[in-house]
């Protein structure tokens, strides 16, 4: 199968030329060897195992002989020789140019094993499972980056051509490379549930040494999914975990599964947006639950396309996680960021998404138009009492939203009179 391109493409490039080495990171399966194997002209696999013992000897006795080949050298899965980070940024320096290498790693590395943080020599750049444009899904009529950078900028009757039947296959699917060359139906979903195999069996505990029960592992997965979207509390997961179990888990173990699934890359929480438009008291600051990709979450309750088709509520807040994970995808070369609104009068936005010049827009994930209405309301309102506590705020004005935007699973892009934009997911694209 030839290489589907990625939105990290343009972007590595563009690291490659300021910085002397570029770490991907993300979760395992998302492509992120075959996206730094594209551009890198010499390639050292530490997981090779014909070589990974040679390899990790030389590291010991001497990390510069690795680091021997063409530019840029890809260093594959690089924590399994975490010498290599300190050897990387002192051959940066010593070689004073750009382009120098790429790293890759599937999971987060104790600072404690490193010497030097990086900065100034490494370049970050996180990577996703593929989103609905890069697995050629989305007809990417309607590019996020016009949408801000242009105000003239105008669309009409674009059109998706995925069905809600086919978003709820491309959720239950999901973006592993691995699943779209997989041959049949039933092989495609089964990626998912092999990855979620290999976590709680092996990479969970295999992260940092440290034992961990796989049914243990299985129960906070299947809590995270439970409440996929929302703004549940530790103490309401822990609930889900141990509900009719024979399995006990206290609140400090919980954090530290938690915080292993987050080294490697599986659980992604949002944090709350809490613009002073409302009392502190008012404004919900629970981290929002998430995965990496839908499919995780799919997977983890056990669930099916069949079962989706008539579970469409519940199909609501894993159609949110897609749109978190495609946002992410085409903004990732605008230093973007992503939060969410919530307060206690019920007042939200599902997606708030901060560019790193302070600009920014509200964002509603609605799957069908009948909620339409109502997440442009939430959006204008919003927009109101900005604007309303501007008038009395001179000192530090809360920026206007730049766009308000409802993303759908519908099937045409329109702007409302009252300029909210109604986009499919599927008709969008960097």
């Not at 004005?397 to 997911?425: F, N």
């Given at each position: 199968?030839?290489?589907?391109?990625?939105?990290?493409?343009?972007?590595?490039?563009?690291?490659?030329?300021?910085?002397?080495?570029?770490?991907?990171?993300?979760?395992?399966?998302?492509?992120?060897?075959?996206?730094?194997?594209?551009?890198?002209?010499?390639?050292?696999?530490?997981?090779?195992?014909?070589?990974?013992?040679?390899?990790?000897?030389?590291?010991?006795?001497?990390?510069?002989?690795?680091?021997?080949?063409?530019?840029?050298?890809?260093?594959?899965?690089?924590?399994?020789?975490?010498?290599?980070?300190?050897?990387?940024?002192?051959?940066?320096?010593?070689?004073?140019?750009?382009?120098?290498?790429?790293?890759?790693?599937?999971?987060?590395?104790?600072?404690?094993?490193?010497?030097?943080?990086?900065?100034?020599?490494?370049?970050?750049?996180?990577?996703?499972?593929?989103?609905?444009?890069?697995?050629?899904?989305?007809?990417?009529?309607i590019s996020i980056h016009e949408l801000f950078d242009n105000p003239d900028y105008e669309f009409g009757g674009e059109m998706s051509r995925l069905t809600v039947e086919d978003l709820i296959f491309a959720a239950c699917r999901g973006g592993w490379p691995a699943a779209l060359k997989a041959r049949t139906v039933k092989a495609k979903l089964m990626i998912a549930k092999n990855y979620i195999n290999s976590v709680c069996s092996e990479d969970v505990s295999r992260i940092d040494d440290k034992q961990r029960l796989e049914k243990l592992t299985r129960r906070i997965l299947y809590a995270y999914a439970r409440n996929i979207s929302t703004l549940a509390k530790t103490s309401?997961?822990?609930?889900?975990?141990?509900?009719?179990?024979?399995?006990?888990?206290?609140?400090?173990?919980?954090?530290?599964?938690?915080?292993?699934?987050?080294?490697?890359?599986?659980?992604?929480?949002?944090?709350?947006?809490?613009?002073?438009?409302?009392?502190?008291?008012?404004?919900?600051?629970?981290?929002?639950?998430?995965?990496?990709?839908?499919?995780?979450?799919?997977?983890?309750?056990?669930?099916?396309?069949?079962?989706?088709?008539?579970?469409?509520?519940?199909?609501?807040?894993?159609?949110?996680?897609?749109?978190?994970?495609?946002?992410?995808?085409?903004?990732?070369?605008?230093?973007?960021?992503?939060?969410?609104?919530?307060?206690?009068?019920?007042?939200?936005?599902?997606?708030?998404?901060?560019?790193?010049?302070?600009?920014?827009?509200?964002?509603?994930?609605?799957?069908?138009?009948?909620?339409?209405?109502?997440?442009?309301?939430?959006?204008?309102?919003?927009?109101?009492?900005?604007?309303?506590?501007?008038?009395?705020?001179?000192?530090?004005?809360?920026?206007?939203?730049?766009?308000?935007?409802?993303?759908?699973?519908?099937?045409?892009?329109?702007?409302?009179?009252?300029?909210?934009?109604?986009?499919?997911?599927?008709?969008?694209?960097?």
């Amino acid at each position: 199968m030839e290489y589907l391109k990625r939105t990290a493409d343009p972007f590595l490039t563009d690291l490659l030329d300021a910085f002397g080495a570029v770490l991907i990171e993300g979760p395992k399966w998302c492509g992120k060897t075959t996206t730094a194997e594209q551009q890198a002209k010499s390639v050292l696999k530490l997981q090779d195992p014909d070589m990974r013992e040679e390899y990790l000897a030389t590291a010991e006795f001497k990390p510069s002989y690795l680091l021997q080949g063409a530019t840029p050298r890809l260093i594959d899965e690089w924590q399994d020789a975490p010498v290599l980070w300190d050897a990387v940024r002192t051959t940066v320096d010593n070689r004073m140019e750009p382009g120098q290498f790429i790293l890759t790693g599937s999971n987060k590395v104790d600072k404690k094993k490193t010497h030097h943080s990086g900065t100034g020599r490494i370049a970050r750049m996180k990577m996703l499972p593929m989103s609905l444009w890069e697995s050629l899904e989305s007809t990417g009529q309607i590019s996020i980056h016009e949408l801000f950078d242009n105000p003239d900028y105008e669309f009409g009757g674009e059109m998706s051509r995925l069905t809600v039947e086919d978003l709820i296959f491309a959720a239950c699917r999901g973006g592993w490379p691995a699943a779209l060359k997989a041959r049949t139906v039933k092989a495609k979903l089964m990626i998912a549930k092999n990855y979620i195999n290999s976590v709680c069996s092996e990479d969970v505990s295999r992260i940092d040494d440290k034992q961990r029960l796989e049914k243990l592992t299985r129960r906070i997965l299947y809590a995270y999914a439970r409440n996929i979207s929302t703004l549940a509390k530790t103490s309401s997961l822990l609930g889900d975990v141990i509900a009719g179990e024979t399995i006990e888990c206290s609140r400090t173990t919980f954090d530290d599964y938690v915080s292993a699934l987050e080294k490697l890359f599986v659980i992604q929480d949002i944090d709350a947006w809490c613009p002073a438009i409302r009392s502190k008291t008012a404004i919900r600051s629970t981290p929002k639950r998430c995965f990496c990709d839908p499919s995780i979450a799919v997977a983890s309750l056990g669930l099916t396309p069949e079962s989706l088709k008539i579970q469409l509520k519940t199909f609501g807040f894993i159609f949110e996680q897609m749109c978190i994970r495609d946002l992410k995808a085409y903004t990732i070369d605008m230093d973007s960021h992503i939060s969410y609104y919530h307060d206690r009068y019920g007042l939200e936005a599902d997606i708030v998404l901060h560019l790193a010049d302070g600009r920014y827009a509200l964002i509603e994930c609605k799957l069908g138009s009948a909620e339409i209405e109502k997440g442009a309301e939430h959006l204008l309102e919003m927009k109101r009492l900005i604007i309303e506590k501007n008038k009395t705020e001179q000192q530090m004005p809360i920026r206007v939203p730049d766009l308000l935007i409802i993303l759908t699973g519908g099937k045409m892009a329109y702007t409302r009179e009252d300029g909210v934009k109604i986009i499919p997911l599927a008709a969008l694209r960097p």
